[in-house]
């Protein structure tokens, strides 16, 4: 028991810095990749050329292809021979933010194609403008898809994320290399778990929101199935 | 009220869907475009809304080439009803009734009232049905709130594809009852595509029987089934033009002639009696029922005349008789 109260007295404030820049990473990749996959997404959905969804998807595959060591490294390279800053909070976040965006991109497209032809022409024969069909029916019919595209995203992101101390961005992963370099056990809990449980309340409250946000009709439709 | 001039459409691989279709929808009227898959009944109802363009010809409504009318104005003008499919799921029903006039910014308090006035329309207590989804509803339901929703903005016109397609026969036959009772009162012009000849026979005013894309024969229901235009229209029909045939006439049209039109004073009273709308099967249906001889006829609660058992059963064998030598 006082081994615990010692290791908290240690560690404590550090573990909470930590995790504070760690979310604050996630928070921010996740709040790019979103705004720019989901609209992305909606545009490929819609549009009629083949050969640029397949283009555009191909590339994000690529991009998760990689592994995450390497593309950070790869990001920092890229920095270097732009002449911008190398190390920090900036080649970090676009390193997450290039892998969050496959799940959401897929998802959306998905979510935004699976919408029934029918429903959308049903909205089109009563007088809708295609803005409108989007926010009153594609989107909310699609939502539930996207919002598991974001689920995943983030929880890979939260992981990923321990990799950016290598860049010096901070997080959870300090910890960690310091327990690894120095082989103490201390340390490495105080990375591994936090990060362990900053993914699985993420998760938890994304659901929720996901929950949330489906509409009432859709969640309906599981539980009760035809009257 | 809605008029083809020479209409045709052609997809892109080349294969007429419509060729040369004239015809013209009067106002009021129920137009019921009839055929086969292929036909290109559901082509030529798109093209009144513009869900379709045209190739070539010109669609009037009410006087104005569609192609020269706004899109999204058209189309809220004209309601638009399809298989109960056409339900957003995420929507309740009052919501789903109530899109149209939300997209005409229609004040909120009208909105509700017209929603829970067209619920109890189509026989939906709004109390009950108001915040149910489309999930738990039957199918009859979810139809019938597919109609309401297709006349929420009163539109002059109304465009139905198989609308009570899906359905058991008992269901299906109620709702045509009751759209056809409603129709009565509200008098819409209405283009319905069915590819059931009972249902376009019920339900029409007149019917456009289609094959590939050219039109057969534009006829009311009688004259269909008792004068084909053309081998083709004799072998859509077949069989089954036995049966239509004692569908399409009605008590009115078997009447002795001096009775018809005479108004007479009384009332039907309480006892049973014929509706001079019926068809002749509905009418031997009633003498069953009521098991007497003799029943009076009579037109919007008034009787107009007296019909016996046996000369309903003689107009039958001669209908039936008709409707096989044909030819």
Partial sequence: MSHVVAFLQKLGPDVLARTH?????????????????????????????????????GLAAVVQTIPSLALIAFIVLLFALMHLQTIGVAPALTALVLY????????????????????????????????????????????????????IATVWTIGIATLCTLIGAGGLGDLIMRGLRSIQMDYLVAGTVPAA???????????????????????AAGKTGGA | MIRFEHVVKRFSAGVEAVADLSLEVAEGETLVLLG?????????????????????????????????????????????????????????????????????????????????????????????????????????????????????????????????GALDPITRGQLQD?????????????????HDVFEAVKMGDRIALLDRGRLQQLARPSELVERPANEFVDQFLGQQRFQLALVTRTIQSILPEHETHEEQPETAGEGPCLRARDSLIAGLDRFKETGRQTLPVCRRG??????????????????????????
């Fill in chain 1, 197 to 219: 449980i900053l993914a699985l309340l993420f998760d938890w409250a994304l659901g929720g929101l996901e929950r949330w946000l489906t509409p009432e009709g859709i969640r």
């Fill in chain 1, 100 to 151: 969050a965006l496959l799940p959401i991109l897929r998802n959306t497209y998905t979510g935004i194609r699976q919408v029934d032809p029918a429903v959308i022409e049903v909205a089109t024969g009563l007088g809708m403008k295609p803005h409108q069909i989007l926010f009153s029916v594609e989107l909310p019919l699609s939502l539930p898809v996207i919002m598991a595209g974001i689920r």
């Fill in chain 2, 302 to 327: 008034r009787r107009v005349g007296a019909l016996s058992k046996r000369r309903l059963l003689d107009e039958i064998t001669e209908a039936l008789g008709e409707a096989g030598t044909e030819e």
């Fill in chain 2, 178 to 194: 009751e759209f056809l009772e409603l129709e009565s009162e509200i008098r819409k012009t209405v283009v319905f595509v069915t």
């Fill in chain 2, 36 to 164: 086969t898959s292929g036909s290109g009944k559901t082509t030529t109802m798109k093209m009144v809304n513009r869900l379709i363009e045209p190739t070539s010809g010109r669609i009037l409504v009410e006087g104005t080439d569609v192609m020269r009318l706004e899109p999204i104005a058209l189309r809220r003008r004209i309601g638009y009803a399809i298989q109960h499919i056409g339900l957003f799921p995420h929507m309740s029903v009052a919501e789903n009734v109530a899109v149209v006039p939300r997209l005409l910014r229609w004040p909120k308090d009208k909105t509700e009232r017209r929603v829970d006035q067209l619920l109890e329309m189509v026989g939906l207590g709004p109390d009950e049905f108001r915040h149910r989804y489309p999930t738990q509803l039957s199918g009859g339901q979810r139809q019938r709130v597919g109609v309401a929703r297709a006349l929420a903005a009163d539109p002059p016109i109304v465009l139905m594809d198989e609308p009570f």
């Fill in chain 1, 21 to 57: 820049e760690h979310v604050f990473l996630t928070f921010f990749a996740m709040l790019v990749a979103t705004s720019i996959a989901v609209p992305l997404g909606i545009f490929l959905a819609r549009c009629r050329a083949r050969a640029v969804v397949g283009t555009v998807m």
